[in-house]
């Protein structure tokens, strides 16, 4: 069974607010990463762990900061965010080299 | 560097009529293919892959190949119903990639 859990499904923020997006997978996959969804476009990567360890990071800004906590967890914190930074944001986990599985998403405002 | 080109939409039909949905690509290597499917207000689920040339991926009726003398993996179904109705998703990850590089979706509306 293929399940990527995140948490919140939706989450409001201002722009001065802290805030953290939570996923977490039981698959034993070694790799988790964030994308970012905008309305009518395909995903964007963000992030990519391997191990634990960051190993790609798309020059996102950082007012985003992930974290691997361990294996099975993965967070996004926000912080400082802008309006245009309102999306969805997917996790996802693959073992290396494998099929990515993605979760049902975040859906975030920033007002 | 790697790309995938999808039929543009969004792309209307009626239930019970075929469906394709083109998808070709541009890779270094032998690339695995992949179809997504997202409904409305949910995330991407994957709907079928192929991951060496001749392979044909199928899941809830639909099926594609993965065809590499045409650098193609057209997604089809015999006879689609409303609840098909969903933005799919074609894409490729090169061997051992992190990355998953995606078509800009197709969204599909069957009208009963």
């Known amino acids: 069974d293929t399940e990527v859990t995140q948490t919140p499904k939706h989450l409001v923020m201002g722009m001065t607010n802290k805030k953290s997006l939570k996923c977490e997978q039981h698959m034993g996959h070694r790799a988790m990463y964030w994308y970012k969804q905008k309305a009518k476009k395909p995903p964007e990567l963000m992030f990519v762990?391997?191990?634990?360890?960051?190993?790609i990071n798309e020059s996102v800004p950082s007012r985003f900061s992930p974290e691997c906590p361990n294996s099975s967890l993965l967070n996004l914190h926000l912080h400082a965010l802008q309006p245009e930074d309102s999306a969805l944001y997917l996790c996802?986990?693959?073992?290396?080299?494998?099929?990515?599985?993605f979760g049902e998403g975040s859906w975030l405002t920033v007002v | 560097g790697d790309s995938v080109t999808q039929m543009e939409g969004p792309v209307t039909l009626s239930e019970e009529a075929f469906l394709t949905i083109n998808c070709t690509y541009t890779?270094?290597?032998?690339?695995?293919l992949f179809w997504y499917v997202q409904y409305p207000g949910e995330g991407l689920q994957l709907l079928l892959k192929?991951?060496?040339?001749?392979d044909k991926g199928s899941n809830k009726g639909f099926e594609a190949t993965y065809r590499k003398e045409t650098t193609s993996f057209h997604l089809e179904k015999g006879s689609v119903q409303v609840s098909d109705s969903a933005v799919y998703f074609c894409a490729l990850s090169g061997l051992g990639a992190q990355k998953l590089v995606f078509g800009q979706g197709t969204r599909l509306t069957i009208n009963p």
């Open positions: 192929a991951t060496k040339a001749d």
């Open positions: 996802a986990s693959s073992q290396l080299g494998n099929t990515i599985y």
């Open positions: 762990y391997s191990y634990e360890k960051l190993s």
């Open positions: 890779a270094t290597g032998y690339p695995s």
